[in-house]
Each structure stands twice: as C-alpha cells, then as structure tokens.
T-cell receptor
Framework: ETGVTQTPRHLVMGMTNKKSLKCEQH?????MYWYKQSAKKPLELMFV???????ENNSVPSRFSPECPNSSHLFLHLHTLQPEDSALYLC???????????FGQGTRLTVV | SQKIEQNSEALNIQEGKTATLTCNYT??????LQWYRQDPGRGPVFLLL?????KEKRKERLKVTFDTTLKQSLFHITASQPADSATYLC????????????FGDGTTLTVKP
C-alpha cells in the first residue's frame, strides 16, 4: 500500500447521476492531484491542490468538480457524465516540490 | 509542442535477459525524469528518479540513464523475472511538484519463463 486510499474502487453510473470519488492520504503531504487514465493514453493531469491553491487543466469539462477540504482529503464530484468519461481515475499526493508522487489504487469508472 | 515517446507499446523478453525500455522527449528541459511501474488495475508506483545533471542511477536490478543531449532516458532491468511483467511509465518534471509530471503512455513488459 502506498498510503493513498481511494474509494470506491469501482463505480458504474448513469449519465444523469451524481457521484463523488474520495481520496485520503496520511503521509503528511501538502499537494494532491487527480489524474485520468484512459486505455492506450497517457496519464492526464486534471487538478492540482498545493498549499490550498488549486490549479486545473483547462481542457477538463465542468462536469468534473474537485474539492479539497483539507490537506489529507480530496474529492472529485461527478455529474451528467458522458460514456467517454469512462476511465481509471487516480489520486496522487506529494510534498510541495517533492520528487516522488504516491498514487492510490484508482477508481474504475464506467458511465452507461 | 511538448512530447514524450516510449519506445514501443509492448516488449516481450525471456526470463534472465536484460529488458531495455526507452523514453524520448522533445521540447522539454526537465529538471528530472522518473520511472514508475504500473500493474493492471492499480496506480503507478515510483521506482527511480534521475536528475538532469546525473548520467546514471542504479537500484538493485534497475538502472536508468539520462542523456539530455539526445533527450533520452533508458531504463534497464537486468536478470529479468516474470514478476517484472508490468507497464513502465516515464515521467518528466520541470522541478515543481512531483505530481505535476508529464507522463509517457508506457511500455508493457512481459517476461516469459
């Protein structure tokens, strides 16, 4: 285990549903990230929270909404998703300026 | 535009041989380069990091080289084992936060007994 826990591990949702992914780390890190990994594609950075500042990839649709209530917890709120949003969603954490990212196991999301 | 290419989508080798994976990049000046291992359905796990001023790094059976002139890193696994079968990702970082690295799309290594 890397110290980064994601729940749920698997999620199937309809296009009209609203769901949330959760990520938790107790490594003392102060930066957390959401990545999307689709088949045959590189990891795509979606959002970064570092020292309470949020940085986002401008290509991420607004149907994905992150929330970081504190340095140990990160959420990704999902609403009105499309089938092409089906992917493995990975959370990661690091120290600010750190050279190693610790990834969770991921949530396998299927949109039907 | 910035681009990272890993040599091939899949690499098959015989147990005991050395696996060599390639990561090439363009339009980057990375402060360091990382290699991660990813098993199916799981998140990547950090293996090694090499900085721009380093030529080579070793860790047990792993060796990484970094040539900033060729804009290339080579990742070697010596005395390969079936348990080394996985997807290996290279990632480049400009020296900000490790999680903001840009990842290649990976090479899937299969080591046959």
């Amino acid at each position: 285990e890397t110290g980064v826990t994601q729940t749920p591990r698997h999620l199937v949702m309809g296009m009209t549903n609203k769901k949330s992914l959760k990520c938790e780390q107790h490594l003392g890190h102060n930066a957390m990230y959401w990545y999307k990994q689709s088949a045959k594609k590189p990891l795509e950075l979606m959002f970064v929270y570092s020292l309470e500042e949020r940085v986002e990839n401008n290509s991420v649709p607004s149907r994905f909404s992150p929330e970081c209530p504190n340095s140990s917890h990160l959420f990704l709120h999902l609403h009105t998703l499309q089938p092409e949003d089906s992917a493995l969603y990975l959370c990661a954490s690091s120290t600010t300026g750190g050279t190693e990212a610790f990834f969770g196991q991921g949530t396998r999301l299927t949109v039907v | 535009s910035q681009k990272i290419e890993q040599n091939s989508e899949a690499l098959n080798i015989q147990e005991g041989k050395t696996a060599t994976l390639t990561c090439n990049y363009t339009n980057y000046s990375p402060a360091y380069l990382q290699w991660y291992r990813q098993d199916p359905g799981r998140g990547p796990v950090f293996l090694l990091l090499i900085r721009e001023n380093e030529k080579e790094k070793r860790k047990e059976r792993l060796k990484v080289t970094f040539d900033t002139t060729l804009k290339q890193s080579l990742f070697h696994i010596t005395a390969s084992q079936p348990a080394d079968s996985a997807t290996y990702l290279c990632a480049l970082d400009l020296g900000t936060n490790a999680g903001k690295s840009t990842f290649g799309d990976g090479t899937t290594l299969t080591v046959k007994p």
